[in-house]
């Protein structure tokens, strides 16, 4: 299968592009960098130089691929219009291959902040109540999902906090601790929804390859770890036990913005959908899992 995949050398694409290169499928990644080129084509995949703000960049490669994963996103100012402007690009690409009798897949990259703090347990079909970061994504994942009445089929995929490597917000608790001083925004007895990277980047592998998945999907690990509870996993793992402060949510606000409001969150997450396709997690915690999450942190800065 030949798969159109944005966001390729980040950190939730890497792993998805490591997923399908192990599955035989062919990779047609969206680069932005020749940097980028060579470190993706080194591994046999077809490099395409372009920006997801210039679809002209973009669309003729996406129309060539049997399934389109984005798993990119602008950080930046401009985030929210250039998503829309891809998801526009990339959807276009695909009714153009559905009218022409070609398979049409699109899966789509959300955001487990969509749902907000849940009292009970959320599975895919509670309501969204999203905090202001995110606030944006429900629209984009209903015009994703509309699609689906116009020949394409297409998935929405929600990850909670991605660990594993050296990135993400669990990679940077890792760092921080090294360093001697962890911050944690509030009292730290709220949940994290969390998925680790390889496991996040089998469920795509299972979305593009099943013949009849569609919807929306959530990949955790429901572990309902407090952020104390992984805080102190992390620092008994450290040469010298960190500082741990707790930062007001109204003072964390000034530094953070509303990136702030996304860490406070209190959720308790499911994914029976995923796990309806056959999706397990091998990891169930980040507590549980820091001695091996530390190897790979080091493993990937010293690459880096």
Known sequence: MRIFLTGATGHIGSAVLDALLRAGHEVDALVR??????????RGVRPLVGDLSVPATYAAAAEDCDRIIHAAFEASSAGQHVDRLAIDTLLAAARRRAEAGKSAVVVYTS???????TEAPAIEEAAVNPVE??????????FVLGAAHEGVRTAVLRPGLVYGGARGIIGDLLKDAANGLVRV????????ACVYDRDLADLYLRLVAHPEVSGVYHANDEADERVDDIVDAIARHAKSRPDVR????EEARKKLGPQADALALDQLVRSPRAKAIGWVPTLHSVAGSVARLLEEFRTARAAA
């Open 33 to 42: 960098t020749p940097e980028k080129v060579q470190q993706v084509s080194l």
């Open 111 to 117: 955001d487990i902040w969509v749902l907000g703090s």
């Open 133 to 142: 970061l995110v606030a944006w994504r429900p629209e984009h994942e209903r």
């Open 185 to 192: 925004v509030g009292n730290g007895r709220n949940h994290w």
């Open 246 to 249: 707790h930062v007001p949510l």
